[in-house]
């Protein structure tokens, strides 16, 4: 099986002993492999000690993604006052003793308008919307009822007290809190705080995250026409994916394009990046044994830990700090260059951190039970996450492919099954499967 993510085991450690054990840069290519859940804590621990403290108003139309910085509570309640679920008439409902009483109507109400109390054996026209008036205790639905004259209704079905009418505060009481801070803003989010009448919303500032790719190899579409590709050179593909998943994350993405493989061009980058910038991302140069700036570049700037990652794709990761002119320090993250690999970490590691600097819960979203339409018959010594999709049937089909390099799998798939170590999987077999819009 192709595995470009780096050597199966951990490089053994030299008598300088490991880098991220130490805690200091300019050690040996020693890593300690991690398990992901260790990964994730870790960073989430740093994060949550650099949490944007920042809010900001923002009017509730531009608030979609955003994360709320203070609780909403509601004024009022919603609906405001009883109010009817369907066109008809608005009546006692002990007014009708069986199919075909008929009432005189005593007032027509409109969404919108307020009608008077209602007379005791009359019926009300009413429209959905509508309040209710005093006195009506039931809406009859106008398919069951039957306008005799101008003034007279026939109600055919005989209602129950209560039935088709709204309540009063049944979808949310005055003083009710309805977005929790913490929250990411959902579409239906920004139409409960509309529902309560909030035109403008406190959210946690963005984060801000400084994006670059290494890589020499790496050309931009655009400046090589596909024909020209000279060989060895590929389209930097990770630009997109992550500057992708940082905007549908909320960041403000600082998109540093790429950074030469150069140790002075990379320390420039990362001094200029972490001045305004709570994270800085970047992609490749983080596999064991390879020609990497991102290391000696960062250990000079700041510091940083080089991990083995116990999971399938997405082994080497790189964690650090880059300090600023004034002391503070920007976070570091360091995805690999395969793009799967910086996907599926980003997903799993990355969109955490993201929640947990905005106050936002950082867990992984549950998995669900699904059962596996394939085989994998010869699972990976690490945790792998396999690029699948739902089919009709309810299970699930694998992308054939689960190569780190084939990003075809990534685009393809809705979800990640989360296999652990060793686990062989049999057809019909139940799997843990993660919505990719989950884990965003
Ligand atoms: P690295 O992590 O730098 O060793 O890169 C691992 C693999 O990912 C290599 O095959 C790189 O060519 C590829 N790669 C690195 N960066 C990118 C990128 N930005 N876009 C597409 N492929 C990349
Ligand atoms: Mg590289």
Request: with cysteine.
């Amino acid at each position: 099986m192709s595995d470009t993510d780096g050597p199966k085991l951990a490089a053994p450690a030299s008598s300088e002993g490991s880098v991220a054990a130490s805690g200091r840069p300019g050690g040996s290519d020693a890593r300690p492999l991690l398990s992901l859940d260790e990964v994730r804590s870790r960073l989430i621990a740093a994060a949550n000690a650099v949490r944007i403290t920042d809010a900001e108003t923002v009017s509730t139309f531009d608030a979609l993604g955003r994360v709320v910085a203070h609780d909403v509570v509601s004024l009022i309640d919603v609906p405001p006052q009883d109010n009817t679920s369907m066109d008809g008439y608005a009546l006692r409902a002990a007014d009708v003793r069986g199919a075909g009483t008929v009432l005189p109507l005593s007032q027509r109400i409109a969404a919108g308008h307020v009608g008077t109390p209602l007379a005791a054996g009359t019926a009300a026209r009413i429209f959905t919307g509508a309040n209710v008036p005093a006195g009506a205790d039931a809406v009859v639905m106008q398919e069951q009822c039957q306008a005799v004259s101008a003034d007279t209704v026939r109600i055919d079905a005989v209602p129950q007290a209560g039935q088709w009418i709204r309540r009063r505060g049944e979808d949310v009481r005055a003083g009710a809190t309805v977005l929790v801070r913490g929250t990411r803003l959902s579409p239906q989010a920004l139409g409960l705080a509309a529902t309560v009448g909030a035109a403008k919303l406190s959210v946690v500032r963005r984060p801000r995250v400084a994006l670059f790719s290494t890589g020499d190899e790496l050309v931009m579409p655009g400046s090589v026409a596909p024909q020209d590709l000279p060989p060895g050179v590929i389209y930097n593909s990770n630009r997109y994916t992550l500057r992708g998943l940082l905007q549908a994350a909320g960041c403000d993405v600082t998109d540093l394009g790429i950074v030469p493989d150069r140790l002075e061009a990379t320390r420039n980058a990362l001094r200029a990046a972490a001045q305004d910038n709570d994270l800085i991302l970047t992609s490749g140069g983080v596999s064991v044994g390879e020609e990497d700036h991102i290391r000696p570049a960062v250990a000079a700037e700041g510091h940083i830990d080089l991990w083995q990652v116990a999971m399938k794709p997405g082994k080497p990761l790189a964690f650090g700090a880059v300090r600023r002119d004034n002391a503070s320090d920007a976070l570091f993250i360091g995805l690999p260059g395969n793009p799967v690999s910086s996907f599926v970490t980003f997903l799993l590691a990355v969109a955490p951190v993201l929640r947990a600097l905005q106050g936002a819960d950082p867990s992984l979203p549950q998995s669900l039970q699904m059962r596996a339409d394939f085989d994998w018959p010869r699972p990976d010594k690490r945790r792998e996450f396999l690029r699948v999709r739902r089919n009709a049937q309810g299970g699930l089909d694998l992308f054939a492919n689960q190569s780190s390099g084939v990003l075809t799998s990534a685009a393809w798939a809705d979800g990640l099954v989360d296999n652990p170590a060793q686990q062989p999987i049999v057809g019909g077999d139940m799997v843990r499967y993660l919505a990719l819009v989950s884990l965003l």
